[in-house]
């Protein structure tokens, strides 16, 4: 065990809250305000691109993406994000957390315009231009979990570290949220520019050349807010905890704290060479490492992984799941754009209702009730409200109770996000050492996305009809069976939850074991 802690860092666990905590959330949390965007903002046009370059006027329906194309685009950027998580994690322990932070907002802001560009017009065309594109936009997204949940841990306090993780990972509500906005926007204003009759009057017509514009538009509209902090990521400086514990440049740190916190601090040299500097030295893969965060590792995988099969599968699909309760009309009834209005309007309000709320009442309540007992009480009503949603689910499908499905829906994110996924974001960011922190971060969370990625891919076919599926698909097993085995997935979260250690009021040092107790860290 290391010793005592450096003076650089005991003065930042007891800093008091001020305006570099606030500029770090605002210059973290636009990132993640740009993730959701981009990650999300796909659900919202896939009908339209089915609709664009999928459509057969001989039949009776609009078209659609086929089920291989569908899963693709939406399942794609999820596969960079996985791979981005993970080397934007090594990275950021090997080269520093500032050091990368800039590069991925870069690719982010070049991918997602680019994938608002096609070459060529024909369906191959257009779609592999977007699957390639996105990819790469999810690997730049993937690099802002683990250096977002690092940075933001390093610059706090130990008082209210929870808060400021949880307000920076928070700010995926309000991406989530703008992007069912700007989709509104769009679509009210090609709508009004562009007016078509539905397809069931005329196919040809329901569909205008310049809906064409409107998906692009869409996806490209993420870049701005991304760029509009990339010059106040440049400007922070690095965590002192990595210049410290990692660089082993303690005097840098003190120097680069006393700018940040206009307070004076000092360290000595024999101070240092007598502190957590002289610490093992033990690596990810080492029999140390199993001992002592081994569990730790497996608890951060395994909930993230099973929050995240539920919570995409809800977040991607939302607008079939809308559609087949008859909440959304059928799409024979509408023309191209207006079924994107109507899409884009049901995510606004489950956003504005449950999403949001969720996440801000994480951010009130995690230095209160604990992470622990936030996680545990999460997924233990999404399972609730998953069973609410399955058991009578045809009591929901029949003409005058959709209202309350979609209520019971909401509630279902607000649990998810006043729960495991502010939580699973939170803890891996707290529990690991300075030199495997961002590495351990990415590993939690690339355990995550494969989950998403089981969402997005599984839960397309899953939820077809055992009877009556879709064209193109094979038997599912049907929405309401569906809901079963994400209300399965969520218990087992609950019970893997067990295995999460409480990090609340405790400084990184004492949590990740590099010093004994608290005492020894004053």
Not at 17 to 30: P, S
Not at 220 to 243: C, I, N
Not at 303 to 331: H, M
Not at 474 to 483: Q, V
Request: proline residues 4%.
């Amino acid at each position: 065990m290391a010793g005592r802690q450096l003076n650089v860092l005991s003065t930042l666990d007891q800093a008091k809250t001020q305006w570099y905590h606030f500029m770090a959330i605002v210059i973290a949390g636009m990132g993640f305000f740009t993730d959701a965007y981009d990650l999300f903002c796909i659900s919202l046009v896939t009908k339209l691109l089915g609709r664009i370059y999928y459509t057969d006027t001989s039949r009776p329906d609009p078209g659609a993406l086929p089920p291989n194309v569908s899963a693709a685009v939406n399942g794609v950027a999820l596969c960079g994000t996985l791979a981005g998580q993970l080397f934007f994690g090594w990275l950021g322990d090997k080269l520093g957390r500032k050091s990368v932070y800039g590069f991925t907002l870069v690719l982010m802001v070049v991918c997602s315009v680019a994938s608002g560009l096609s070459f060529g017009a024909t369906p191959k065309g257009v779609v592999a231009t977007l699957c390639f594109f996105r990819f790469w936009l999810g690997f730049g997204i993937g690099g802002d979990y683990p250096l977002s949940a690092t940075i933001m841990s390093e610059y706090a306090n130990k008082k209210t570290r929870g808060a400021f993780i949880a307000a920076v990972f928070a700010m995926q509500g309000f991406g989530i949220l703008f992007g069912a906005i700007v989709a509104l926007v769009v679509s009210a204003g090609f709508r009004s520019a562009y007016p078509a009759p539905p397809y069931s009057q005329d196919r040809a017509a329901s569909l205008v050349p310049q809906a064409d514009y409107v998906w692009r538009i869409i996806l490209m509209f993420g870049t701005l807010p991304a760029a509009l902090t990339y010059y106040w990521r440049m400007k922070m400086p690095e965590t002192a905890r990595y210049t410290a514990l990692v660089a082993r440049n303690a005097k840098q740190a003190a120097a680069d704290m006393s700018r940040v916190l206009h307070t004076e601090i000092e360290e000595s040299v024999e101070r240092v060479d007598k502190t957590v500097l002289g610490g093992e030295e033990w690596g990810l893969f080492s029999s140390q490492f199993v001992r002592r965060h081994g569990l730790h590792l497996l608890a951060t995988t395994s909930t993230w992984f099973l929050l995240d099969i539920a919570f995409y599968s809800q977040n991607l699909f939302q607008k079939d799941i809308f559609s087949k309760v008859g909440w959304i009309p059928a799409a024979r009834t509408m023309n191209a754009v207006e079924e994107l209005f109507r899409i884009a309007r049901a995510q606004a309000l489950i956003a504005l209702c449950g999403t949001i709320p969720g996440y801000w009442f994480t951010v009130a309540f995690i230095d209160v009730v604990g992470r622990f007992w936030i996680q545990i009480m999460g997924f233990a009503m999404m399972t609730a409200f998953m069973l609410g949603l399955a058991v009578p689910y045809h009591h929901w499908t029949t003409p005058g109770h959709h209202t309350g499905f979609v209520v019971m829906y909401g509630f279902t994110f607000f649990f998810a996000n006043f729960g495991p996924n502010s939580t699973t974001f939170i803890v891996p960011a707290e529990i690991y050492p300075a030199r495997l922190r961002s590495t351990c971060h990415g590993i939690s969370a690339a355990a995550g996305k494969a989950g998403a990625i089981i969402g997005a891919f599984g839960f397309l076919y899953a939820a077809q009809d055992p009877h009556k599926p879709e064209a193109g698909y094979p038997r599912g097993i049907g929405i309401r069976n569906a809901l079963f085995v994400l209300a399965g997935t969520n218990f087992l979260g609950t019970v893997m939850t067990l295995l999460v250690p409480e990090s609340k009021g405790k400084s990184l040092e004492v949590v990740s074991q590099e010093v004994a107790d608290d005492e020894e860290a004053a």
